[in-house]
Structures are given as C-alpha cells and as structure tokens.
C-alpha cells in the first residue's frame, strides 16, 4: 500500500556513478556522469567519457554505483 510519497531518484545530474557486472556488457564496468534523469523511473541517461562506444546509454539505478 503506498502513502502517496515517491521515493526521491537514487542519483542526480551530475553524479559520477559506474555500471556494475549486472549491465548490459557493452557499459559494465565503465565510469561515467550522469546527464539526465528518465524517461522512466529509476532511469537515468549516463554519458561515458573513456573513448569506448557507445558513449551515452539509459541505464536503471539497480545496475550504477556511485564512483569516487
């Protein structure tokens, strides 16, 4: 049963974060910032910055740690 409060996004604009070994394999792995927040919930748009393509990907929170 929900109380009508949503939980608040795990990462925001901005945050550095790393895609575990629970990623699609072309992003485990890699560090990268996060650019932008959905289109789905728990979504977010994460652009790479180590060369390697794809360069940009939408990846859930349940497969991104935050990276120092």
Not at 27 to 38: H, K, L, Q, S
Not at 39 to 57: A, K, L, N, Q, Y
């Amino acid at each position: 049963m929900s109380d009508g409060t949503t939980e608040p996004a795990k990462f925001a604009i901005g945050d550095r974060v790393r895609a575990n070994a629970q990623a699609p394999r072309d992003y485990r792995r890699r560090d990268g910032t996060v650019t932008e927040i959905g289109p789905g919930e728990s979504e977010f748009r994460v652009e790479f910055e180590d060369g390697r393509r794809p360069t940009t990907g939408y990846l859930f929170a349940s497969v991104l740690e935050r990276a120092s």
